[in-house]
């Protein structure tokens, strides 16, 4: 290809914009790509034949599959034609982009660097080099010209060979890769042993100031390492250490099996030799395998070889000795607790992952930050500017490198948040919170132990830090699952950088739903399609967003600084269905790949329980292994996998199905039509048989014949569009083609197990009314609810991996048959709930830890004795009427700042109809307005009153004065009608358990302990909690209820509610 004029030139659908550099088996362009720069690698010797072809391609496929921070990323790969050959064609790989320099130029020969520098690059270099050796691929071309030194400091592996696929062409026929070949690649035998060879060289250069052998040719360098002595290290640098020594001596061993085991356990013993512990030098001999099944075998021949001049080659198999420094074997020894313990955890995964986690936290290894910033927001940890975080010593900074034992962990992270530690010294102000400390080291035990734990912590506990600084410190690769995306963004975009920026550095990930990103492909087939949104103001500035390499877009809508309209948003968001991922033309800029990748390389994966459970449901495929799993807001496990395996129709899903263009276009028009007709039949029969009530839900409790028969025609349209796929349709669209099919055999399934009503036992079945955003009135749609799945989360969640649990609100009254001697709150229902049986599982951790909050100080408990129990039907109005006139007068004596949280939408329109004529303060009411407004609005308007329903009762954090006081209208127990509620009810009924001590009143005090705790969020917080049910004084369990909340100061009387809001709170 000439290099003249290269400003016009595209390679392949790339436009190439100058010419980086020339070698004699390469060229290296600057590219453009949409927004983004890139590199685009042009391999000069022509492929002329089918098989070369194929070895390049086969090549490219596995470099493309390495993600890893350390490596520079191959985007895409291909053939161009040759201007000069007509009968070949030149290969050529899209790479990711990176301003820098060489190492070869950061590190020039002769100049030598210091020990502990040189780890500094060693471990990422390892780190990249063993992730490549566990997936199968090793780097044949290892040497300072390859690795690239970004302006952050970080060094990338890049320039793999291609030589090992049998090509004709090779950056390693440069003569800059020759020197620090080893002897087996020299004879044409590499192995993944080479590329330690070749590392191990770089260190000696850098050490000594020199390559152990001078030549540069491969002739004359096999004979020197065949026939020459190596001069030891120390002979050339007498401040190298003869730990030090012994390590480099043993990775530039002749023989590939006499060398570590695994490159990784160089770059370890190099750690180890630095701080003065005790070397592990076990070989690839002794190893009884690399790695794990995937890795790279030593495929050195077993066959005598002869050197260049003729000469016998000694046999490579043969035990030869290595150049050693006399003296002991190992100069320092460590206790078995910091040096035998550590052996563990250095050893790799099965998928070769936590190790390489592991070595990114190494002492000296400063990752930048993966967390994005949120438009707009604030940050708490950027409003200051503190002093790095203290070096504890060196064994401690290199504890998430070394298997740490539970007691080191658990001082490290006591230093870590205790007084006088890393917190408190960068923190001015910085307060130890001693719950925090005992629920830190809970975790840790956990994580050490390998043992699942449940953790109440109340608000104010700090949960977050006590779960991310173990996680952090152990180096273990932890899923982090939270209940609503809106926790999800606290966590990574406040909690999650404030351990960043004091603790340590990690890389963290976000992990949303699909649906959750923008896909470029939909956006635009949209803009080029000149839609309807091509126009639109919002969508323009959404395409402008997309292609600005400036713009720091990840994809996320949420992270967008304007909202965009429901209605664009679904045409231009990533759909499952309609994704060709890896054959899409856009995938290098998919945001859901960067998304996916951020997290393969990530320590701390942030989801949430929707996605968790996905995941769990399709074992692992869609987020990366961990090694423990952390449920944030635990308590909605049960309801979260109720809602997420619930199987629901409506007419929409079957209408949007029928669409479909390809299904248009290859099934049968009469099956079509059919297919139409026969959904209308079904929604009418619905309409006739079912008695939605006012409540606008009911059971099915027989089959629609019309819905069976809706099942069966798009089976029929599944067998026609099997029957008419075409056979020659590309890549993308016969990827999408095979997707529709897929859905449509699922549809036809879930409407036949929805409609068929006939496993009782299995399925709760209910018919509801909805409003569909987007459409106009009310549809009706079909549900057929998991009675149970507990048996489901044992086996998918808990079974498969070490799972922490922790929330405000896990500990509830009920029985304990684990330990019937013990009363009071205990965590037996959350147990029997979610899979966690409490006598089969009696390793689990449980700890209610300490309030962090005075609430006898600060609190003030209102149950009025003198108001109606709750009544249903007739006479409800009345006591509606008794309820809004204590609310009423409760919200005087508090001059508004109340929360009024209540059980139905019915209760809450009648208390605000009443309560509105007589109030002067601002109200709102959930419904009138999006709930991130309500909560705006209540924040900056002081003295406002809001009405709210469940999504009021958690997750809603007002601190001060602004929220005084949280009125709750009665006990907060599931609807009886409610049908899955009712159907687990008659399970148990039918089993002769107790279903209301251990089911029903378990559920209610957990909610009642949720609302509740919307009133002290911060240490200063003071308010009054009343709960207006005179039940807690005439049932049984009124007092077990009341023994489960808070010890605030408790009354029945009014007067003291007027007195604690007239008293002034002391000062200190």
């Not at 949960?463 to 173990?470: C, G, I, R």
């Not at 393969?600 to 769990?616: C, E, F, K, P, S």
């Not at 496990?637 to 395996?645: P, V």
């Not at 599982?841 to 449980?846: A, K, L």
Request: one cysteine or more; glycine letters at 6%.
């Amino acid at each position: 290809m000439a290099d003249a004029e290269v400003g016009l030139q595209r390679i392949g659908a790339y436009i190439v914009t100058q010419l980086l550099n020339k070698g004699p088996t390469s060229s290296l362009y600057l590219g453009k790509q949409r927004k983004k720069d890139i590199a685009i690698k042009v391999f000069q010797t022509p492929l002329v034949t089918l098989e070369a072809k194929e070895a390049f391609l086969l090549r490219a496929k596995q470099l493309k599959k390495l993600k890893h921070r350390q490596v520079v990323e191959i985007h895409d790969f291909g053939f161009v034609q040759d201007a000069d050959n007509d009968e070949g064609d030149l290969a050529y790989l899209v790479l990711q982009y990176l301003p820098g320099e060489t190492l070869r130029q950061h590190v020039p020969p002769g100049r030598r660097i210091p020990a502990d520098e040189v780890k500094r690059r060693l471990s990422p270099i390892a780190s990249a080099l063993h992730y490549a050796h566990v997936s199968g691929i090793m780097h044949g071309n290892l040497h300072p010209g390859n690795l690239l030194i970004d302006p952050n400091d970080n060094t990338l592996l890049t320039d793999f060979s291609f030589t090992l696929q049998g090509l004709p062409f090779s950056p390693a026929q440069e003569s800059t890769a020759i020197p620090y070949l080893a002897p087996e690649q020299l004879q044409g035998h590499p192995t993944a042993a080479g590329d330690q060879y070749a590392l191990a060289v770089m260190v000696y250069e850098w050490l000594c100031g020199q390559r152990p052998y001078s030549a540069a040719e491969r002739e004359q360098l096999l004979h020197q390492q065949t026939h020459d002595p190596l001069p030891t290290p120390r002979s050339l640098n007498s401040d190298i250490s003869p730990a030090i020594e012994q390590v480099l001596l043993q990775a530039l061993a002749f023989n590939p099996d006499e060398r570590f085991q695994h490159i990784q356990a160089f770059a370890d013993n190099y750690l180890r030799a630095l701080m003065g512990l005790q070397l592990n030098t076990e070989t690839k001999r002794d190893a009884s395998a690399l790695l794990t099944k995937h890795a790279v075998v030593n495929d050195f021949p077993r066959t005598p070889v002869k050197s260049v001049d003729g000469e016998p080659l000694p046999d490579p198999h043969k035990v030869y000795p290595l150049h050693v420094v006399p003296g002991p074997k190992n100069e320092v020894k460590a206790s078995p607790s910091s040096a035998e313990t550590q052996e563990e955890e250095i050893t790799p995964r099965g998928n070769g992952k936590a190790t390489r986690i592991l070595l990114d936290n190494l002492p000296g290894k400063h990752a930048s930050s993966t967390v994005p910033p949120l438009p707009n927001q604030q940050q708490d940890a950027a409003n200051s500017t503190p002093k790095e975080p203290e070096v504890l010593d060196e064994l401690d900074h290199a504890s998430s490198f070394f298997q740490t034992s539970e007691s080191r962990l658990a001082d490290i992270i006591t230093r870590d948040l205790c007084q006088g530690g890393i917190l408190s010294q960068s923190l001015p102000g910085y307060e130890e919170r001693p719950v925090q400390v005992e629920m830190a080291t809970l975790v840790a035990h956990s994580i050490t132990q390998g043992t699942p734990a449940i953790v109440e912590a109340g608000t104010g506990t700090g949960k977050s830090l006590a779960y991310l600084v173990p996680i952090v410190r152990s180096g273990k690769v932890a899923i982090i699952s939270t209940a609503n995306k809106a926790l999800q963004e606290q966590l990574f975009y406040k909690d999650i950088p404030f351990v960043q920026q004091h603790i340590k550095h990690f890389d963290a990930a976000l992990v949303k739903g699909i649906g959750n990103y923008v896909c470029i492909d939909r956006l635009e087939s949209e803009r080029t399609g000149m839609q309807f949104f091509a126009k639109n103001r919002d969508f323009t500035r959404l395409v402008d967003i997309t292609n600005d390499p400036d713009a720091k877009f990840n994809g996320d809508f949420e992270t967008l600084d304007f909202q965009l309209p429901a209605d664009i948003r679904s045409k231009v968001c990533g759909d499952s269905d309609q994704c060709a991922w890896s054959k899409c033309n856009f995938y290098s800029d998919c945001y859901v790949r960067e998304m996916r990748e951020k997290a393969a390389r990530a320590q701390i994966i942030v989801v949430n329980h929707t996605l968790l459970l996905l995941d769990a449901a399709m074992d692992g495929f869609l987020l990366p292994e961990r090694d423990v799993i952390v449920l944030d807001e635990a308590h909605h496990l049960e309801e979260e996998a109720t809602r997420s395996f619930t199987i629901t129709i409506s007419a929409n899903s079957v209408t949007t199905l029928l669409a479909q263009r390809m299904l248009k276009d290859h099934t049968l028009l009469s099956l079509q039509d059919e297919a139409s007709k026969v959904l209308n039949n079904t929604w009418d029969r619905l309409n006739l048989v079912v008695d939605l009530g006012f409540k606008g839900r009911a059971n099915l409790q027989s089959p629609i014949e019309e819905g069976l028969k809706l099942a069966t025609v798009i089976t029929d349209l599944a067998d026609s569009l099997r029957k008419q796929r075409p056979k020659d349709l590309p890549e993308k669209e016969s990827q999408l083609y095979d997707k529709l099919l897929k859905r449509t055999q699922n549809l036809a399934h879930n409407i036949r197990t929805v409609f068929s009503a006939d496993e009782p036992g299995k399925f709760v079945y209910y018919v509801e009314r909805v409003v569909s955003g987007g459409q106009r009135g009310i549809q009706l749609q079909v549900s057929a609810a998991p009675l149970d799945v507990t048996e489901w989360l044992k086996e998918r969640l808990f079974d498969k991996c070490n799972v922490i649990c922790t929330s405000a609100t896990l500990a509830t009254i009920g029985p304990n048959p684990a330990r019937p001697e013990e009363k009071g709150p205990n965590f037996s229902y959350f147990r029997r709930r979610t899979g966690l049986d409490p006598l089969e599982r009696s390793d689990v951790i449980e700890r209610i830890l300490p309030l962090a909050f005075d609430y006898e100080s600060n609190a003030l408990l209102y149950i009025p004795r003198d108001l109606p129990a709750p009544v249903y039907g007739a006479g409800s109005d009345d006591y509606t009427k008794a309820i809004a006139r204590e609310m009423y007068r409760l919200v005087k004596l508090s001059k508004g700042r109340a929360f009024l949280l209540f059980s139905s939408r019915r209760m809450l329109d009648q208390a605000f109809d009443l309560m509105a004529p007589h109030l002067d303060y601002l109200l709102l009411r959930q419904g009138d307005m999006p709930r991130i407004e309500l909560t705006r609005q209540f924040r900056e308007e002081k003295g406002a009153v809001l009405f709210g329903l469940k999504s009021f009762w958690e997750g809603v954090d007002i601190a001060g004065e602004t929220l005084s006081l949280v009125v709750i209208d009665k006990l907060p127990f599931d609807p009886p009608d409610d049908p899955v509620h009712e159907a687990r009810v008659a399970q148990m009924k039918a089993a002769g358990e107790n279903w209301f001590g251990i089911y029903v009143l378990p559920q209610a005090v957990l909610r009642l302990k949720q609302g509740l705790g919307r009133l002290l969020r911060t240490r200063d917080d003071r308010g009054v909690m009343a709960i207006l049910d005179t039940r807690l004084y005439t049932k049984g369990y009124g007092k077990l209820v009341l023994d489960a909340l808070p010890p605030a100061r408790r009354t029945a009387s009014v007067k003291d509610v007027d007195r604690f809001f007239n008293e002034e709170p002391a000062p200190f």
